[in-house]
Protein backbone atom coordinates (compact mmCIF):
# COMPACT_ATOMS: atom_id res chain seq x y z
CA UNK A 1 0.00 0.00 0.00
CA UNK A 2 1.55 3.32 -0.55
CA UNK A 3 -0.23 6.51 0.44
CA UNK A 4 0.25 10.11 -1.42
CA UNK A 5 1.24 12.77 0.87
CA UNK A 6 -0.49 16.43 0.29
CA UNK A 7 1.36 19.27 1.81
CA UNK A 8 -0.01 22.56 1.29
CA UNK A 9 1.71 24.84 3.75
CA UNK A 10 5.75 26.47 3.17
CA UNK A 11 8.23 24.54 5.25
CA UNK A 12 8.91 28.28 6.52
CA UNK A 13 5.34 28.68 7.81
CA UNK A 14 4.26 25.16 9.21
CA UNK A 15 6.39 22.20 10.30
CA UNK A 16 3.71 19.85 8.25
CA UNK A 17 6.44 19.02 5.15
CA UNK A 18 8.50 18.11 8.23
CA UNK A 19 6.63 15.75 9.79
CA UNK A 20 5.22 15.02 6.28
CA UNK A 21 8.40 13.29 5.58
CA UNK A 22 9.23 11.58 9.12
CA UNK A 23 5.67 9.98 9.09
CA UNK A 24 5.90 9.04 5.22
CA UNK A 25 6.66 5.40 4.40
CA UNK A 26 9.33 4.73 1.74
CA UNK A 27 7.50 4.23 -1.48
CA UNK A 28 5.11 7.03 -1.20
CA UNK A 29 4.50 9.88 -2.88
CA UNK A 30 4.46 13.82 -1.42
CA UNK A 31 2.77 16.74 -3.80
CA UNK A 32 3.55 19.78 -3.15
CA UNK A 33 0.62 22.59 -3.75
CA UNK A 34 -0.49 25.78 -2.51
CA UNK A 35 2.21 27.65 -0.43
CA UNK A 36 3.53 24.03 0.04
CA UNK A 37 5.65 24.71 -3.21
CA UNK A 38 7.92 26.76 -1.53
CA UNK A 39 9.18 23.24 -0.31
CA UNK A 40 10.04 22.47 -3.37
CA UNK A 41 13.06 25.03 -4.55
CA UNK A 42 16.43 25.28 -4.62
CA UNK A 43 18.59 26.98 -2.04
CA UNK A 44 16.55 26.87 0.68
CA UNK A 45 17.56 25.97 4.17
CA UNK A 46 14.67 22.90 3.79
CA UNK A 47 15.69 22.36 0.27
CA UNK A 48 18.51 19.72 1.76
CA UNK A 49 15.93 17.76 3.57
CA UNK A 50 13.40 17.26 0.51
CA UNK A 51 16.44 16.16 -1.61
CA UNK A 52 17.50 13.79 0.86
CA UNK A 53 14.42 12.19 1.24
CA UNK A 54 14.00 11.59 -2.40
CA UNK A 55 15.64 8.37 -1.77
CA UNK A 56 12.53 7.15 -0.59
CA UNK A 57 10.02 8.67 -1.54
CA UNK A 58 8.74 10.23 -5.01
CA UNK A 59 7.87 14.43 -5.32
CA UNK A 60 5.56 16.41 -6.80
CA UNK A 61 4.96 20.03 -7.53
CA UNK A 62 1.96 21.70 -8.67
CA UNK A 63 2.78 24.00 -11.27
CA UNK A 64 0.00 26.45 -11.32
CA UNK A 65 1.21 26.87 -8.08
CA UNK A 66 4.55 27.46 -8.70
CA UNK A 67 2.89 29.68 -11.59
CA UNK A 68 1.28 31.63 -9.40
CA UNK A 69 3.82 32.63 -6.60
CA UNK A 70 6.61 34.01 -9.80
CA UNK A 71 8.86 30.82 -8.86
CA UNK A 72 11.09 29.72 -11.53
CA UNK A 73 10.77 26.43 -12.95
CA UNK A 74 13.79 26.26 -13.70
CA UNK A 75 14.82 26.51 -9.96
CA UNK A 76 12.99 23.49 -9.12
CA UNK A 77 15.18 20.78 -7.10
CA UNK A 78 16.30 18.23 -9.51
CA UNK A 79 14.15 15.28 -9.52
CA UNK A 80 10.94 16.66 -8.53
CA UNK A 81 8.43 16.32 -10.94
CA UNK A 82 5.83 19.36 -12.27
CA UNK A 83 2.45 18.23 -12.64
CA UNK A 84 -0.88 20.04 -12.94
CA UNK A 85 -4.38 20.18 -11.57
CA UNK A 86 -5.18 16.63 -14.38
CA UNK A 87 -2.05 14.90 -12.59
CA UNK A 88 -2.63 16.16 -9.31
CA UNK A 89 -5.92 13.68 -9.77
CA UNK A 90 -4.27 10.71 -11.79
CA UNK A 91 -1.56 10.87 -8.93
CA UNK A 92 -4.26 10.68 -6.32
CA UNK A 93 -5.66 7.13 -8.56
CA UNK A 94 -2.48 5.80 -8.10
CA UNK A 95 -1.79 5.19 -4.62
CA UNK A 96 -3.99 4.01 -2.24
CA UNK A 97 -4.73 7.06 0.30
CA UNK A 98 -4.34 10.08 0.31
CA UNK A 99 -3.20 12.15 3.43
CA UNK A 100 -3.05 15.66 3.68
CA UNK A 101 -0.69 17.75 5.96
CA UNK A 102 -2.06 20.47 6.96
CA UNK B 1 -13.08 6.52 -9.46
CA UNK B 2 -15.38 7.84 -7.08
CA UNK B 3 -14.24 11.01 -4.84
CA UNK B 4 -14.83 12.02 -1.71
CA UNK B 5 -13.80 15.96 -1.06
CA UNK B 6 -13.38 18.00 2.38
CA UNK B 7 -12.99 21.26 2.36
CA UNK B 8 -12.23 22.90 6.00
CA UNK B 9 -11.61 26.60 4.83
CA UNK B 10 -14.06 29.15 4.19
CA UNK B 11 -13.40 31.10 0.73
CA UNK B 12 -10.90 33.44 0.07
CA UNK B 13 -8.98 33.64 3.26
CA UNK B 14 -7.25 30.21 2.20
CA UNK B 15 -6.78 28.62 -1.14
CA UNK B 16 -7.98 25.84 0.06
CA UNK B 17 -11.46 26.12 -1.99
CA UNK B 18 -9.79 27.33 -4.88
CA UNK B 19 -7.60 23.72 -5.19
CA UNK B 20 -10.40 21.39 -4.47
CA UNK B 21 -12.78 23.68 -7.00
CA UNK B 22 -9.50 23.19 -9.56
CA UNK B 23 -9.42 19.48 -8.44
CA UNK B 24 -13.35 18.29 -9.01
CA UNK B 25 -13.42 20.28 -12.22
CA UNK B 26 -10.31 18.50 -13.59
CA UNK B 27 -11.61 15.11 -11.87
CA UNK B 28 -14.61 15.58 -13.83
CA UNK B 29 -13.48 16.62 -16.84
CA UNK B 30 -11.35 12.74 -16.70
CA UNK B 31 -14.75 11.17 -16.01
CA UNK B 32 -14.47 10.63 -12.33
CA UNK B 33 -16.99 10.50 -9.72
CA UNK B 34 -17.44 13.19 -6.85
CA UNK B 35 -19.42 10.97 -4.65
CA UNK B 36 -19.40 14.43 -2.20
CA UNK B 37 -18.33 17.69 -1.04
CA UNK B 38 -18.14 18.14 2.16
CA UNK B 39 -17.65 21.39 3.62
CA UNK B 40 -16.57 21.53 7.78
CA UNK B 41 -15.21 23.94 10.15
CA UNK B 42 -14.94 27.55 8.54
CA UNK B 43 -15.39 25.42 4.58
CA UNK B 44 -18.91 25.94 5.52
CA UNK B 45 -19.06 29.72 4.67
CA UNK B 46 -18.42 28.68 0.99
CA UNK B 47 -21.97 28.44 0.83
CA UNK B 48 -23.27 31.54 1.47
CA UNK B 49 -25.80 33.62 -0.41
CA UNK B 50 -24.71 37.26 0.43
CA UNK B 51 -21.52 37.36 -0.45
CA UNK B 52 -20.63 40.19 -2.50
CA UNK B 53 -16.92 40.08 -3.90
CA UNK B 54 -15.47 42.12 -6.48
CA UNK B 55 -16.56 42.43 -9.61
CA UNK B 56 -13.17 41.56 -11.41
CA UNK B 57 -12.88 38.28 -8.81
CA UNK B 58 -13.88 34.86 -8.70
CA UNK B 59 -17.55 34.11 -6.93
CA UNK B 60 -16.64 31.29 -5.02
CA UNK B 61 -19.90 30.16 -3.78
CA UNK B 62 -21.59 30.64 -6.97
CA UNK B 63 -18.85 28.93 -8.90
CA UNK B 64 -19.64 26.09 -6.60
CA UNK B 65 -23.36 26.56 -7.14
CA UNK B 66 -23.24 26.67 -10.75
CA UNK B 67 -20.55 23.58 -10.85
CA UNK B 68 -22.92 21.35 -8.50
CA UNK B 69 -25.91 22.12 -11.38
CA UNK B 70 -24.02 21.44 -13.99
CA UNK B 71 -22.98 18.55 -13.10
CA UNK B 72 -25.12 17.39 -9.83
CA UNK B 73 -22.77 17.21 -7.55
CA UNK B 74 -23.79 16.73 -3.78
CA UNK B 75 -22.71 19.79 -1.72
CA UNK B 76 -22.78 19.01 1.82
CA UNK B 77 -22.35 22.03 4.21
CA UNK B 78 -22.00 20.49 8.11
CA UNK B 79 -25.00 21.64 10.42
CA UNK B 80 -22.88 21.67 13.20
CA UNK B 81 -20.13 24.02 12.01
CA UNK B 82 -22.59 25.64 10.15
CA UNK B 83 -24.54 26.46 13.43
CA UNK B 84 -21.63 27.85 15.42
CA UNK B 85 -21.17 30.51 12.48
CA UNK B 86 -24.35 31.40 11.50
CA UNK B 87 -24.55 29.41 8.36
CA UNK B 88 -28.56 29.08 7.86
CA UNK B 89 -30.86 27.47 5.60
CA UNK B 90 -34.43 27.54 5.27
CA UNK B 91 -35.57 24.96 7.64
CA UNK B 92 -33.01 25.78 10.19
CA UNK B 93 -33.70 29.69 10.15
CA UNK B 94 -37.37 28.46 11.07
CA UNK B 95 -36.02 25.68 13.99
CA UNK B 96 -33.80 28.51 15.27
CA UNK B 97 -36.23 31.10 15.57
CA UNK B 98 -34.00 33.63 12.82
CA UNK B 99 -35.25 36.12 10.41
CA UNK B 100 -33.10 35.15 7.88
CA UNK B 101 -31.64 31.87 5.83
CA UNK B 102 -28.35 32.50 3.48
CA UNK B 103 -27.07 29.11 2.13
CA UNK B 104 -26.93 29.58 -1.79
CA UNK B 105 -28.61 26.62 -3.83
CA UNK B 106 -26.66 23.91 -4.64
CA UNK B 107 -25.63 23.09 -0.95
CA UNK B 108 -27.68 21.25 1.52
CA UNK B 109 -27.01 21.04 5.42
CA UNK B 110 -26.63 17.53 6.99
CA UNK B 111 -24.60 15.76 9.75
CA UNK B 112 -20.91 14.58 10.37
CA UNK B 113 -22.36 11.17 9.63
CA UNK B 114 -22.19 12.09 5.84
CA UNK B 115 -18.58 12.87 6.08
CA UNK B 116 -17.89 9.21 7.84
CA UNK B 117 -20.30 7.85 4.09
CA UNK B 118 -18.21 10.00 1.80
CA UNK B 119 -15.03 8.33 3.46
CA UNK B 120 -16.70 4.63 3.34
CA UNK B 121 -18.25 5.00 0.00
CA UNK B 122 -15.86 6.90 -2.35
CA UNK B 123 -12.20 5.04 -3.86
CA UNK B 124 -10.73 7.96 -2.21
CA UNK B 125 -10.98 11.30 0.36
CA UNK B 126 -9.03 14.21 -0.69
CA UNK B 127 -8.89 16.79 2.49
CA UNK B 128 -8.36 21.00 1.26
CA UNK B 129 -7.87 22.50 4.21
CA UNK B 130 -5.37 24.70 6.72
CA UNK C 1 -28.34 6.85 6.25
CA UNK C 2 -26.56 4.25 3.97
CA UNK C 3 -24.86 1.99 6.61
CA UNK C 4 -22.16 1.20 4.12
CA UNK C 5 -23.35 -2.39 2.93
CA UNK C 6 -20.96 -4.09 5.71
CA UNK C 7 -17.76 -2.23 4.08
CA UNK C 8 -15.13 -1.93 6.92
CA UNK C 9 -11.70 0.54 6.26
CA UNK C 10 -9.46 1.74 8.47
CA UNK C 11 -10.42 5.59 9.26
CA UNK C 12 -7.51 7.62 11.06
CA UNK C 13 -7.80 10.76 12.42
CA UNK C 14 -4.83 12.82 12.36
CA UNK C 15 -4.53 15.48 15.15
CA UNK C 16 -1.48 18.03 15.14
CA UNK C 17 -3.03 21.15 16.77
CA UNK C 18 -3.00 21.87 20.11
CA UNK C 19 -6.38 22.98 21.49
CA UNK C 20 -8.53 26.55 22.28
CA UNK C 21 -6.17 28.39 19.85
CA UNK C 22 -7.91 26.87 16.58
CA UNK C 23 -11.41 25.10 16.48
CA UNK C 24 -9.79 22.17 14.87
CA UNK C 25 -9.08 19.92 18.09
CA UNK C 26 -12.79 20.26 19.38
CA UNK C 27 -14.55 19.97 15.28
CA UNK C 28 -11.97 16.53 15.19
CA UNK C 29 -13.49 15.00 18.34
CA UNK C 30 -17.01 15.77 17.10
CA UNK C 31 -16.42 13.77 13.63
CA UNK C 32 -14.52 10.89 16.03
CA UNK C 33 -18.03 11.04 18.18
CA UNK C 34 -20.36 10.96 15.51
CA UNK C 35 -17.92 7.85 13.47
CA UNK C 36 -18.39 5.72 15.73
CA UNK C 37 -21.49 5.01 15.56
CA UNK C 38 -20.46 3.57 12.22
CA UNK C 39 -18.62 0.31 13.04
CA UNK C 40 -15.32 0.52 11.10
CA UNK C 41 -11.77 0.29 12.16
CA UNK C 42 -10.51 3.67 13.88
CA UNK C 43 -7.35 4.82 15.23
CA UNK C 44 -7.08 8.57 16.45
CA UNK C 45 -3.19 10.00 15.91
CA UNK C 46 -1.90 12.62 18.07
CA UNK C 47 1.64 14.10 16.52
CA UNK C 48 3.15 17.57 16.45
CA UNK C 49 1.07 20.20 18.67
CA UNK C 50 -1.44 17.32 18.70
CA UNK C 51 -0.27 15.97 21.56
CA UNK C 52 -1.34 18.71 23.54
CA UNK C 53 -4.90 18.25 23.30
CA UNK C 54 -4.71 15.13 25.65
CA UNK C 55 -2.34 17.17 28.40
CA UNK C 56 -4.45 17.02 32.42
CA UNK C 57 -5.48 19.84 34.25
CA UNK C 58 -6.75 21.57 31.39
CA UNK C 59 -8.47 24.57 33.09
CA UNK C 60 -10.20 27.18 30.34
CA UNK C 61 -12.27 29.35 32.87
CA UNK C 62 -9.36 32.27 32.38
CA UNK C 63 -9.74 32.06 28.41
CA UNK C 64 -13.87 32.14 28.68
CA UNK C 65 -13.92 29.00 26.85
CA UNK C 66 -15.47 25.58 27.32
CA UNK C 67 -13.14 22.85 28.47
CA UNK C 68 -13.81 20.11 26.38
CA UNK C 69 -10.97 17.45 27.46
CA UNK C 70 -13.49 15.50 29.56
CA UNK C 71 -14.52 14.30 25.94
CA UNK C 72 -11.65 12.77 25.46
CA UNK C 73 -11.40 10.09 28.02
CA UNK C 74 -14.93 9.37 27.41
CA UNK C 75 -13.82 7.69 23.89
CA UNK C 76 -13.28 4.31 25.72
CA UNK C 77 -17.41 4.32 25.71
CA UNK C 78 -17.59 5.27 22.26
CA UNK C 79 -14.96 1.65 21.72
CA UNK C 80 -12.56 3.76 20.82
CA UNK C 81 -9.33 1.98 21.85
CA UNK C 82 -6.55 2.62 19.19
CA UNK C 83 -5.15 6.28 20.32
CA UNK C 84 -1.30 6.91 19.01
CA UNK C 85 0.65 9.85 20.70
CA UNK C 86 4.05 10.22 18.72
CA UNK C 87 6.84 10.22 21.77
CA UNK C 88 8.93 12.14 19.56
CA UNK C 89 6.66 15.08 19.25
CA UNK C 90 6.20 14.38 23.21
CA UNK C 91 9.73 14.31 23.97
CA UNK C 92 10.67 17.45 22.03
CA UNK C 93 7.98 19.41 23.99
CA UNK C 94 9.44 18.41 27.06
CA UNK C 95 6.45 16.20 28.26
CA UNK C 96 5.93 12.35 28.86
CA UNK C 97 2.93 10.61 28.98
CA UNK C 98 2.36 11.22 32.97
CA UNK C 99 1.50 14.39 31.11
CA UNK C 100 -1.38 13.02 29.44
CA UNK C 101 -4.83 11.87 30.26
CA UNK C 102 -4.70 7.75 31.35
CA UNK C 103 -6.98 6.76 28.25
CA UNK C 104 -8.94 3.71 29.09
CA UNK C 105 -11.70 1.20 27.94
CA UNK C 106 -13.78 -1.76 28.48
CA UNK C 107 -12.73 -4.79 26.51
CA UNK C 108 -15.69 -7.01 25.96
CA UNK C 109 -14.10 -9.99 24.66
CA UNK C 110 -12.05 -10.08 27.51
CA UNK C 111 -14.71 -9.65 30.56
CA UNK C 112 -14.71 -5.41 30.17
CA UNK C 113 -11.37 -5.76 31.87
CA UNK C 114 -10.09 -2.01 31.84
CA UNK C 115 -7.43 -1.57 29.50
CA UNK C 116 -5.24 1.30 28.08
CA UNK C 117 -6.68 2.96 25.11
CA UNK C 118 -3.47 5.24 24.45
CA UNK C 119 -0.44 3.84 23.30
CA UNK C 120 2.63 6.38 23.08
CA UNK C 121 4.64 5.36 20.00
CA UNK C 122 7.80 6.21 17.80
CA UNK C 123 7.66 8.01 14.29
CA UNK C 124 8.83 4.50 12.96
CA UNK C 125 6.25 2.75 14.47
CA UNK C 126 3.99 5.48 13.69
CA UNK C 127 4.89 5.74 10.13
CA UNK C 128 3.55 1.74 9.57
CA UNK C 129 0.46 2.29 11.10
CA UNK C 130 0.35 5.10 9.02
CA UNK C 131 0.69 3.80 6.67
CA UNK C 132 -1.98 1.05 7.14
CA UNK C 133 -4.66 3.51 7.06
CA UNK C 134 -7.59 3.59 4.07
CA UNK C 135 -8.68 6.72 4.85
CA UNK C 136 -6.84 9.29 6.61
CA UNK C 137 -9.07 12.23 8.42
CA UNK C 138 -6.88 15.55 8.70
CA UNK C 139 -8.28 19.21 10.44
Same mark, same amino acid.
Given at each position: ????H????????R? $????????A?K? *????????????A??????SD %???? %????I $????????I =?????NDG????G??? #?????????T?E /???V !???? | ???G??????????Q??? *????????A????? +? #?F???F? /????????????????D???P???????????L????C?A?? !??????????????D??????????? #? *????????????????????? | M??????????C?????????T????? $???????????DQ? #?S???? +???V?????? !? &?????GM??????YS????? +?I? =??????? $?????????D?? !? %?????????????? +????????E?L?KI?? &??D????F
Amino acid at each position: MSALHIVNKSPFERN $SLDSCLRLAAKG *SAVLLFEDGVIGAMKNTKHSD %AVAK %AMSDI $SFYALGPDI =KARGLNDGNIIDGINV #IDYDGFVDLTTE /HNTV !QSWL | MKFGIVINEGPYTHQSSD *SALQFVKSALAKGH +D #IFRVFFY /HDGVNNGTSLGVPPQDDRNLPNEWSELAEKHDLDLVVCVAAA !QRRGMLDEDEMKRHDKNSNNLVKGFR #I *SGLGQLIEAGIQADRLVTFGD | MEDGEGIIKKFCYMNRKAPYGTIYALE $SLEVVLIAAAFDQD #ISLVFA +DDGVYQLTKN !Q &ETDGIGMKNFSKTYSALGDY +DIK =KIYVEKE $SLEERGLSVDDL !Q %ALKYEDEDDDWVEK +DSLFVVGSEELTKIIN &EQDVVLSF
